[in-house]
């Protein structure tokens, strides 16, 4: 074979040391030079933020410690390798890649041991062969530069490799969903299935569905996707997100409840499902979810404060105080120094040494945990916000749980799931439609606000409008729909009037706080594929 | 006392990490084989032997596990546009050291783009470990053809050696309700095969397999459809 590994530096994560041996010569064997061994999670995780990676061969078990898959979580999450690195992961068993399968985190290649020098050697020039050839478009990808990715897709599209074609179609179609493109990504998955069916193109039909917000018929379609294909764990996901949007929490937990009995070691699905039990009351299922997401956390970079809170408060809730109060201590031994779990813990503790009768603590963690919150501001995650505000009215802190309310409702007035969640966390405690007078107002000045913008906008007076909807964003802070507006004015303004470095610049810096906020990233797609190209044309004529 | 304990839904977990571990052994066995081969000039009968014994327990628990999990509904196939030849490629790279010990000379007859719908992974474990028996009862050639043949995609691995015994050649394969003929390395690889093939599925047509004797190089041609 003529590709040689002299040259790539390879990282070996195993913790056998014969298999390490075995790998090692045959590494050498293959001509390699550079090869690093780790024996454990942690040390790969060290070598890799060190130094730079073109190929990773790392074990699914590693005995005590993180295991395969927890090192690519990390790996990726932290960016300590990039687009160009191959990561294999290597198990024993040949159908682990389905029960692994988690969004966003599949290594470029399963291999089940034993292998050999051929079969390995193989597998490396494939995927480097690959890598070349969607190069451009990762990079592109990685630079965020949609349009740039989109293009170079299209191009290599009309090149005739048979081999990538499918592969590009698929990359295309997802270029597509990203940019709110949808007619065109259904367009590619409907001309894949005409030729096949294929699970990806059927899934991507029900993403789209979900996107345009025909929830009921995305949820149809991935029912029926999951029946013929029960290991598709994505599809598992999916489902649970379109049950949520319905507010139908308890197909969430059943949805999850079932993917979980597949594949139990997944900590962001356990995260789901306990959130969700915990909504429907099913305590039992989310103590027992929480102490998994707890267990799984502990090597997994995807593990948070809440997670300890969260099981904190499922103890208070079925009255176990001295577990609550214990697992507060070990989240603060986990996370010291860190404002968020200090919230979180203070917040709990008000509520558990108030049912113990401890009003003197009960008061000092509800003062601290509201001053941590004001200190936070809206830095603080709103579910947690939330929370501070549920306590202050069952202490009777009436004011200080107003003053948050008032702030969260301006900032969240477009997030209808977040209202549905306050208006829960009121009737819980017995103060229905408690802010719907509230709610109403904001959403009220939100219309005139848009409207007047609109109309300004229409007559052309770009920067009255633009005037105005500032002026909003000072009481609607992070307000979505404000952010998305004024760009769409301010790249209409582009469009019309002369180009300057000042519009670009501030372009770009709500482009970034939109992203912060959350703004749909196919709603933002489109914004940004528009402005993409004024900006080649803005080249073209300079 | 209760003598025959109710299932406690450990089985599943046990069984994998039981696999997991006899598949750890089985590795640690091969690389030393491999070692000891190394310092040792000459090749010797024994530990060639043994390799091609590891390779079958190997392929046998591969296909333990997969068909423990397809009966219990935790499998569906992972189906993927491939190139035919990188899934030829694989099953010949699991064989490469035995074909090369026993001085077999493989040779394939496929068109390099060709491409083909299917689990490859499965795919080409089914056709190693065909391959592997077949590498024990050829004599000198092996001959793996890609072709297509009435909407299927063929893959034949034919050789010089005796042929099926007539109980196979007697048996309907694709029943796979009907066992008599699963007995031995060569029957459970068959019968995998047959039940992998027939989860392939496209436009109202199943994979299946097909055995005889009609090889052009005289012996067994044992040849898989995929729709």
């Not at chain 2, 006392?1 to 052994?25: C, E, R, Y």
């Not at chain 2, 699963?182 to 095969?193: D, E």
Request: proline residues 2%; charged residues 25%; contains cysteine.
């Amino acid at each position: 074979m003529s590709f040689s590994l002299a040259g790539k530096s390879i990282l070996i994560v195993e913790d056998n040391p014969v298999f390490r041996r075995a790998m090692r010569d045959m590494l050498y064997s293959l001509q390699a030079v550079t090869v690093v061994e780790a024996d454990n999670g942690i040390a790969a995780i060290n070598a890799m933020s060190k130094s730079s990676f073109d190929i990773v061969l790392c074990d699914y078990n590693l005995g005590v410690g993180k295991n395969g898959q927890q090192v690519l979580e990390e790996a990726r999450y932290r960016s300590l390798i990039d687009y160009r690195c191959v990561f294999v992961l290597i198990s024993a068993e040949q159908t682990t890649s389905a029960v692994l399968g988690v969004m966003d985190s599949k290594p470029d290649e399963y291999l089940t041991k034993p292998f050999n020098a051929q079969q390995l050697m193989s597998r490396l020039t494939r995927n480097f062969a690959r890598k070349e050839f969607m190069a451009s478009i990762d990079k592109a990808l990685a630079g965020g530069d949609l349009s740039k990715a989109t293009q170079l897709c299209d191009a290599l599209l009309l090149s005739a490799d048979k081999k990538m074609h499918l592969h590009l179609l698929k990359m295309r179609a997802e270029l597509a969903i990203s940019a709110g493109d949808f007619d065109k990504a259904r367009q590619i998955y409907h001309e894949v299935l005409e030729h096949r069916e294929l699970p990806w193109a059927r899934l991507g039909l029900g993403v789209i569905d979900f996107q345009n917000n025909n929830i009921e018929e995305a949820i149809a379609g991935f029912q029926s996707l999951v029946a013929d294909n029960p290991m598709l764990m994505e599809c598992y996901d999916w489902l649970g997100k379109a049950y949520e949007a319905l507010d139908q929490y308890n197909d969430v937990e059943s949805v999850l409840q079932q993917a979980l009995q597949l594949s139990p070691q997944s900590i962001l699905r356990q995260k789901k499902l306990a959130e969700a039990a915990d909504k429907n009351g099913n305590l039992e299922t989310a103590e027992k979810a929480y102490k998994s997401v707890v267990k799984l956390g502990k090597h997994s970079v995807h593990r948070s404060c809440s997670d300890f809170s969260g099981l904190a408060k499922l103890y208070a809730k079925t009255n176990a105080a001295d577990n609550a109060l214990k697992t507060l201590e070990e989240m603060r031994k986990e996370y010291s120094n860190h404002p968020e779990a200090e919230l979180r813990a203070s917040t709990v503790e008000a509520d558990v040494y108030k049912t113990l009768g401890n009003e003197e603590l009960s008061q000092k963690a509800l003062l601290k945990a509201v001053e941590i919150c004001s200190r936070l501001g809206n830095k603080a995650p709103r579910d947690l916000q939330l929370e501070v505000v549920k306590t202050c009215f069952l202490s009777d802190e009436h004011d200080k749980a107003e003053e948050i309310l008032y702030d969260l409702i301006h900032a969240h007035i477009d997030d209808e799931q977040f209202l549905n969640d306050l208006r829960r966390m009121q009737s819980g405690i017995g103060m229905d439609n408690h802010s719907e007078i509230l709610i109403q107002k904001t959403k009220q000045a939100l219309i005139a606000t848009n409207n007047k913008g609109v109309a300004l906008y229409k007559q052309g007076k770009f920067s009255e409008a633009l005037e105005l909807f500032e002026q909003a964003i000072l009481t609607m802070p992070d307000n979505k729909t404000i952010i998305v507006n004024m760009l769409k004015i301010m790249i209409h303004d582009l469009k019309v009037n002369e180009f300057c470095e000042e519009k670009n610049q501030r372009i770009k810096a709500l482009i970034n706080k939109a992203k912060q906020i959350g703004v749909d990233q196919h709603k933002l797609g489109i914004l940004q594929m528009e402005y993409a190209k004024l900006r080649q044309s803005q080249t073209a004529k300079a | 006392m209760q003598t025959n304990p109710k299932s406690n839904g450990l089985f599943p977990t046990i069984l994998a990490s039981t696999v997991h571990d006899i598949k750890n052994s089985l590795g640690t066995l091969l690389e030393l084989v491999r070692q000891t081969a190394a310092k040792q000039d000459g090749q010797s009968a024994e530990l060639n032997q043994l390799e091609f014994e590891a390779a079958r327990i190997n392929h046998s628990l591969m296909q333990l596990l997969v068909m423990y999990k397809v009966d219990s509904q935790k499998f569906s196939l992972d189906i993927e546009e491939c190139p035919v030849i990188d899934i030829v490629d694989e099953a010949i790279h699991q064989q490469a050291r035995l074909a090369g010990l026993h001085n077999i000379d493989l040779q394939v007859d496929c068109v390099a783009d060709e491409m083909c719908y299917c689990d490859n992974a499965i795919i080409s474990n089914s056709l190693a470990a065909v391959l592997n028996n077949a590498l024990r009862y050829t004599h000198k050639t092996i001959l793996i053809v890609v072709a297509e043949e009435d909407g299927y995609l063929t893959i034949a691995i034919e050789d010089d050696g005796e042929g099926y015994p007539p109980h196979f050649l007697a048996a309907d394969l694709n029943d796979t309700a009907e066992l008599d003929w699963v007995s031995g390395n060569t029957g459970l690889g068959l019968y995998f095969v047959s039940v992998m093939a027939g989860l392939h599925k496209n436009a109202g047509k199943s994979g299946f397999v097909q055995i005889d004797n009609e090889s052009r190089l005289g012996g067994a041609r044992f040849k898989l459809f995929l729709p």
